[in-house]
C-alpha cells in the first residue's frame, strides 16, 4: 500500500484516469470538475489513458470512438442523449456513402464526425502517430487534461464467437448490438505493442491512479494488455482507487455484462474489483469504490484486501461525477 498524497501538494496533484469512452468521459468531466474546485490545483496533472481497441478503418478513415467521445465530452461538443459524435450533426455524406455502398449499413459517420476522422487521416498519412494527432486535436479544444492513446499501435478488438469465427469489435456492438455470445476478445499484435509516450512515466509520476467506471473487459481489459502499462500500476507509488461500473448487480450502460460473462466475471460489484485484484495480491486496487445499492459487498471485497469505499456512484451530471472523484480522492489523501 502506498502512502497517501497530502492536500498542499494540490497545486501539483498528478493524477492519472484509465478510460473508455461513455463512461470514460462522465468520469474524466467529474476528474476536470473536482480538481478545478481544489484550491491551489491546476488541470495540468491530469492525464487521460484512453482505449483504442474500438478504433478501425472503415470508408477509407480511421475512426477513434472512444478518443473522441472522451475529446467532444471535455470541449462540450458532444451529443448527450446519443452517447456518441457530435451535437448537432448532419448525415449528408453518410447517406451519399451508404448510395456508394461504402462503409457499414448500420453505422453512422455524422458530417461534423466525418471532418475529424478526415482530419485524423489525414495527419496519420503525413506521419503523425496517434498520440501526436490527439496533442493536435487538443490544440483546437483546450480539454484541460493531457489525453494519451493507450498505445500508438493499431490493436483492434477483435470478438471471437462460439463458431470459430470473429469479428471486428464495432460490428459485435453496433450490428449485432452484443447479441452473440462471445468466446473470447483479443487484441492481435498487443503483446509487441508499446505504451504510447508518456503514459508510463505519467503513471509514474502520479498522485493517485484511477480506473474509471468503464467497461472492465473491453475498455479498460485492452489498457491493461499492453505490455509494460499493468506493471507500472504494480510499481507506481500513486494509490490506485478502481470505480465500481456496476450499480445494484447490473450494469450501469452498455453491454458489459455480456463482456463479463465471457471471461467468467459475474455482473457484481465484488466479482469485478476481485478481477481486478488487490495490488496487495499481485493485482492493481488499493481502493474501489462502490455504490451504496451493493454496500452489502463491502466486507467481501474488504477480505480480498481492497479497501472499499460506499458511496453513490450515479455519474448523472457534473457535480455528480466530481463527488465520486472527491470520494476517490478522500478515500486516498494523507
Ligand atoms: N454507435 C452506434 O450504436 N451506432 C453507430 O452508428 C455508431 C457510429 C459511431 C461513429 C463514430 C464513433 O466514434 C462512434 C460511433 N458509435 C456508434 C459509438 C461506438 O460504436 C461505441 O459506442 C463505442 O465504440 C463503445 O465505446
Redesign the pocket.
Known amino acids: 500500500m502506498t502512502s497517501g498524497f497530502q492536500t498542499g501538494d494540490a497545486a501539483t496533484l498528478r493524477i492519472v484516469v484509465l478510460a473508455?469512452?461513455?463512461g470514460g468521459s462522465r468520469f474524466s468531466i467529474g476528474v476536470r470538475e473536482s480538481l478545478r474546485r481544489r484550491p491551489g490545483a491546476g488541470a495540468s496533472g491530469f492525464t487521460i489513458v484512453v482505449n483504442t481497441g474500438?478504433d478501425l478503418w472503415l470508408s477509407g478513415v480511421r475512426?477513434?470512438?472512444?478518443v473522441?467521445?472522451i475529446v467532444y465530452a471535455l470541449a462540450g461538443v458532444n451529443d448527450t442523449a446519443?452517447?456518441?459524435?457530435r451535437e448537432g450533426d448532419s448525415e449528408r455524406v453518410n447517406a451519399e456513402l451508404q448510395a456508394w455502398g461504402s462503409g457499414w449499413p448500420?453505422?453512422?459517420?455524422?458530417d461534423l464526425?466525418l471532418g475529424t476522422h478526415l482530419a485524423r487521416t489525414g495527419w496519420l498519412r503525413d506521419g503523425l502517430s496517434p498520440t501526436q494527432v490527439i496533442e493536435r486535436m487538443s490544440r483546437r479544444w483546450p480539454l484541460g487534461a493531457t489525453l494519451l492513446p493507450m498505445t500508438d499501435a493499431e490493436v483492434d478488438t477483435q470478438v471471437a464467437l462460439g463458431d470459430g469465427t470473429s469479428m471486428h469489435?464495432?460490428e459485435w456492438?453496433?450490428r449485432h448490438r452484443a447479441t452473440l455470445e462471445p468466446v473470447r476478445f483479443d487484441n492481435p499484435g498487443i503483446d509487441r505493442a508499446a505504451p504510447a509516450a508518456g503514459v508510463l512515466e505519467a503513471i509514474a509520476e502520479a498522485d493517485v491512479v484511477l480506473i474509471a467506471p468503464s467497461?472492465p473487459v473491453v475498455?479498460i481489459g485492452p489498457i491493461l494488455a499492453v505490455p509494460g502499462i499493468r506493471e507500472a500500476l504494480r510499481a507506481t507509488d500513486a494509490s490506485v482507487v478502481g470505480v465500481s461500473p456496476i450499480i445494484g448487480g447490473r450494469v450501469v450502460r452498455?453491454m458489459a455484462d455480456v463482456c463479463l460473462r465471457a471471461i467468467g466475471v459475474d455482473t457484481s460489484a465484488a466479482a469485478v474489483a476481485a478481477h481486478y485484484g488487490a495490488r496487495s495480491d499481485a493485482g492493481l486496487l488499493d481502493v474501489w469504490l462502490i455504490a451504496e445499492e451493493d454496500a452489502a459487498s463491502a466486507d467481501e471485497i474488504e477480505r480480498r484486501g481492497i479497501r472499499t469505499v460506499v458511496t453513490p456512484l450515479w455519474m448523472k451530471d457534473a457535480a455528480a461525477s466530481a463527488a465520486i472523484v472527491d470520494a476517490a480522492l478522500a478515500a486516498v489523501e494523507g
Not at 446519443?82 to 459524435?85: A, C, L, N, P, V
Open positions: 473508455g469512452g461513455v474500438d475512426l477513434q470512438p472512444d473522441d467521445s446519443r452517447g456518441w459524435g448500420w453505422f453512422t459517420l455524422g464526425d469489435f464495432q456492438w453496433t467497461n475498455s452498455g
